[in-house]
């Protein structure tokens, strides 16, 4: 997978700063024949890293029409972004039914193929947005004896998740074919699909109050996308205070999610292609109940 090397580089370092919030009172009181729930949200600041291929018209001389449709791929890279995410689960013994949602935006300068003469760049906007909803199922967990906060579990993951992801490529172009001067021009490369996924995650008691888990999971297979993976790992810490008697901890981490999607036929060949990976540190708090 591309960037894999440099992903797991950074989840090496992020792995002293890391956990996924999941199955919450797992870590603070024994199996409970009852439902328990966590409600998390986060905030994340991504930087978006890959490639765009879009498809444009651009008006031409001595063609039908007037205009040629062109493929254009712009390379992206930008970081400091803004963007969020939202966890909820509920457990029962060893099933846990989960739902997220992750979001982000980003306005980039992108680099583009040599086929517009002296234009070399472009802007590029993309909005991500993923939905998941699947379940869980704990396979292992072990608890240290007399430490009652401490335990070590391990799930596997399996459901559905809904990609949107809308690209929008801006660039000014000389007219083909001739000496005028450049005129806007246009492309898109979106999707909005849903896929199957699957995956595993495990989580690990530190101290009493600190736990380090790491998820990962991959989906796609062409039935949506062509493949849509990612990885996240934090540290959770539990607060000193409970407001209204609940738990509430405190997480700190690394998300990355790599998306690869190829759309419609565009010309020359080619067709309109996604390949783009946001990653970045992840800030939030998780509320049991």
């Known amino acids: 997978m591309r960037g894999l090397a440099k992903v797991l580089c950074a989840l090496a370092s992020a792995a002293i700063l890391a956990t996924i919030s999941s199955s919450a009172d797992a870590e603070t009181q024994p199996e409970a024949d009852r439902w328990q729930f966590e409600l998390a949200p986060f905030f994340w600041i991504p930087e978006i890293d890959g490639r765009v291929t879009a498809g444009v018209r651009v008006r031409a001389e001595g063609v039908v029409g007037g205009f ?3 493929p254009v791929s712009a390379t992206v890279n930008e970081g400091g972004l803004l963007g969020g995410s939202g966890h909820f ?3 029962k013994r060893r099933v846990t039914l989960f739902l997220n949602a992750t979001g982000t935006s980003a306005d ?7 086929v517009f003469g002296e234009a070399t760049s472009g802007n590029v906007h993309s909005d991500l947005a993923l939905v998941e909803f699947g379940t869980a199922y704990r396979f292992v967990e072990r608890r240290f004896a007399g430490r009652a906060l401490r335990s070590f579990w391990i799930e596997g993951l399996a459901g559905g998740r809904y990609v949107h992801l809308a690209n929008d490529l801006e660039v000014n172009a000389g007219t083909v074919g001739s000496s005028a001067g450049s005129v806007p021009v246009e492309g898109k490369a979106d999707a909005d699909v849903v896929d199957p996924f699957i995956g595993g995650r495990w989580s690990l008691g530190l101290f009493d109050n600190l736990a380090w888990s790491f998820s990962g999971d991959v989906g796609g297979f062409g039935a949506g996308t062509e493949r849509t993976w990612q990885l996240v790992s934090m540290l959770r810490y539990r607060l000193p205070w409970t407001p ?6 405190a997480s700190a981490g690394y998300h990355l999610i790599d998306l690869d999607q190829r759309g419609d036929e565009i010309g020359f060949g080619r067709r309109t292609r996604i390949n783009l990976e946001f990653r970045g540190p992840i800030l939030g708090l998780a509320m049991q109940f």
């Open 68 to 70: 040629l449709a062109l």
């Open 89 to 91: 689960e509920a457990r």
């Open 108 to 114: 980039t300068v992108g680099h583009l193929d040599q």
């Open 244 to 249: 209204p008697s609940r738990p509430v901890w």
